[in-house]
């Protein structure tokens, strides 16, 4: 009989790192070229819980160059995916029926992408993997890092694989195989925006204890080929305003590249208190405006895909180092939200994290806390990105997108262009799970049915995804109270999970008087965490399935 607590086998490396997206990456790269530098040895490991490097990556994506100038200066001759050049930016406010385009010369100019480029970060994270190999680091993809290992002395050892072939009933199948534990010397944890094993980390270390609540929008994208008339190669375009409503965060981008191609997306600020809002159909209603229905009109849609985005910014960074481990990248939040930019600085912290972990084994110190990457951050250029966009997201949130989101950010842009704010330092308030108002101070929202040429259903748009999970597994959304379900989401709230979910996951099933279940589709799970976050009890906890499970996103 199949013995579930077994002792692991077990590899040891001097550098785990979970999450093969830029941070994870770069710091990869980073310490096998230090190692070569050195005339040293040094083991690596990435884990992926994707089914291939950038199955799961997904962003808008426009990106800094910085990031990549400092850990591949070469990177043009070596054929990096990144080739289409920002030529132009446009900011569209809009209400209903019209659009008002921002002046240029008015926006601040951190917010300019002269010098920046439009690419599909996914293929970035797959080129960025060949040069990691090719260094010597190994990646596992289809390996979800399920579990944190502990030392004695409580310090971080290490992670652990998801047992694979467990039925739904938790039990043992034909297929099953015990998890596999990675001991490493440290420990970096890259899983990007809310990751499981970080939130863990967190919590055992008390990381947060001195940061403001992290602060979320939920990402959601669609990749179109359109009509060759249409197309305007380096065109990065920008929209505010309708159909969200001036106390609901977020906005649209539209950014054309490559050949035909145009990626649009939607952030919905996570914080907003309607529970009858729906993330994913206020998207497809955006895309109905005349300024923006037109450049769609004949094209076809390709991808879709969605994903939480840090939105806290400065505030909410928790500290990055605990004894055997290290955040690195959007698993801390670098995202600076006005720029709607975080990869270079993911890069950037992950090669931070790196220089730290090898100058440490090198004085044959192991499981202890790399201070020297925390002060390395507190002094770097990404502190500095972060300084200068603190307040844009209190801001917005306090005022409103139209008197806080543009008018006030955009003064507080500007006035930290000379090294100072009138606003000084603001805090962010609630955590995103405690926002909601009960769905009696609202009005249902009537939502427009998808015409399948502009605007979609969500299972189509789920579809396109290519999301996939074993079905005979332990469901991976963990419900910690279903009566608290019932009587505060459902009661309370009127079951928002129903409608902030991107990928149709959660339904409250029952008609003619019957009494209503909550039904999880877990086998449409796009990995976005939004429920993690939203939930308004925090009672659902978004752990991984197993590896190579979820989305299958080929050039997002």
């Given at each position: 009989m199949t013995d579930m607590n077994a002792e692991r086998e077990f590899m040891e490396y001097d550098v785990v790192i979970v999450g093969a997206g830029p941070a994870g990456l770069s710091a990869a790269i980073r310490l096998k070229q230090l190692a070569e530098e050195a005339g040293r040895e040094i083991t690596v490991t990435v884990l992926e819980k994707g089914s291939e490097v950038g199955a799961h990556i997904l962003s808008g994506a426009v990106i800094d160059p910085c990031g990549i100038d400092k850990l591949i200066p070469d990177w043009k001759e070596r054929g990096a995916p990144i080739e289409t050049k920002v030529k132009s930016d446009r900011f569209l406010y809009l209400s209903e029926g019209g659009a008002m385009r921002l002046p240029n010369f008015t926006m601040p100019p951190l917010m300019s992408n002269h010098g920046n480029y439009i690419v599909s970060l996914g293929n970035m994270c797959r080129w960025l993997a060949e040069q990691a190999e090719a260094l010597g680091v190994e990646i596992y993809p289809g390996f979800a890092a399920a579990e944190i290992v502990y030392n004695d002395d409580g310090s971080v050892k290490g992670v652990a694989t998801g047992d694979m072939g467990v039925g739904k009933d938790g039990q043992p199948k034909d297929t099953y195989m015990r998890g596999m534990e990675l001991h490493g010397k440290y420990?970096?944890?890259?899983?990007?925006?809310?990751?499981?094993?970080?939130?863990?980390?967190?919590?055992?270390?008390?990381?947060?204890?001195?940061?403001?609540?992290?602060?979320?929008?939920?990402?959601?994208?669609?990749?179109?080929?359109?009509?060759?008339?249409?197309?305007?190669?380096?065109?990065?375009?920008?929209?505010?305003?309708?159909?969200?409503?001036?106390?609901?965060?977020?906005?649209?981008?539209?950014?054309?590249?490559?050949?035909?191609?145009?990626?649009?997306?939607?952030?919905?600020?996570?914080?907003?208190?309607?529970?009858?809002?729906?993330?994913?159909?206020?998207f497809q209603r955006m895309k109905t405006h005349p300024a923006i229905r037109k450049t769609f009109e004949g094209g076809k849609r390709i991808a879709y895909g969605a994903r939480v985005i840090t939105e806290g910014g400065y505030q909410s960074v928790p500290k990055l180092v605990f004894p055997g481990g290290a955040l690195v990248g959007c698993a801390a939040g670098f995202v600076n939200l006005p720029r709607i930019k975080g990869s270079h600085n993911a890069m950037l912290t992950g090669m931070m994290a790196a220089e730290a972990a090898f100058a440490a084994i090198g004085e044959d110190r192991q499981h202890d806390a790399l201070e020297a990457y925390q002060q390395a951050y507190e002094i770097s250029p990404v502190a500095k990105d972060l300084w200068r966009v603190r307040n844009a997201k209190p801001l917005w949130s306090k005022f409103g997108t139209f008197l806080g989101g543009l008018v006030l950010t955009g003064l507080d842009l500007w006035t930290n262009t000379l090294g100072f704010s009138f606003f000084g330092t603001m805090k962010h308030g609630k955590p995103d799970s405690q926002t909601l108002e009960p769905a009696a101070n609202f009005e249902p929202i009537k939502y427009p049915a998808p015409d399948g040429k502009i605007t979609f259903d969500r299972l189509s748009s789920v579809f396109l995804s290519s999301t996939n999970h074993e079905e005979e597994q332990p469901v991976h959304l963990k419900i910690a109270d279903l009566a608290l379900q019932k009587s505060s989401e459902l009661g309370e709230f009127a079951g928002p999970s129903g409608l902030y979910c991107p990928a149709a996951v959660y339904e409250w099933v029952g008609d003619n008087g019957e009494e209503k279940q909550f039904q999880i589709n877990s086998q449409n799970c796009v990995h976005c965490k939004t429920c993690d976050i939203k939930d308004p009890n925090r009672n659902i906890t978004w752990t991984v399935p197993e590896g190579g499970g979820g989305p299958n996103y080929p050039n997002m």
């Open positions: 420990t970096f944890f890259a899983e990007g925006a809310r990751g499981s094993l970080t939130q863990q980390a967190i919590a055992k270390f008390e990381l947060d204890k001195d940061s403001e609540p992290p602060k979320f929008g939920l990402g959601i994208k669609e990749l179109w080929e359109v009509e060759p008339e249409k197309h305007k190669p380096g065109l990065v375009q920008h929209a505010f305003g309708w159909p969200l409503d001036n106390k609901t965060g977020g906005g649209a981008f539209l950014y054309h590249y490559d050949i035909n191609l145009v990626a649009v997306g939607y952030v919905v600020h996570l914080n907003y208190r309607n529970p009858w809002l729906s993330p994913f159909n206020e």
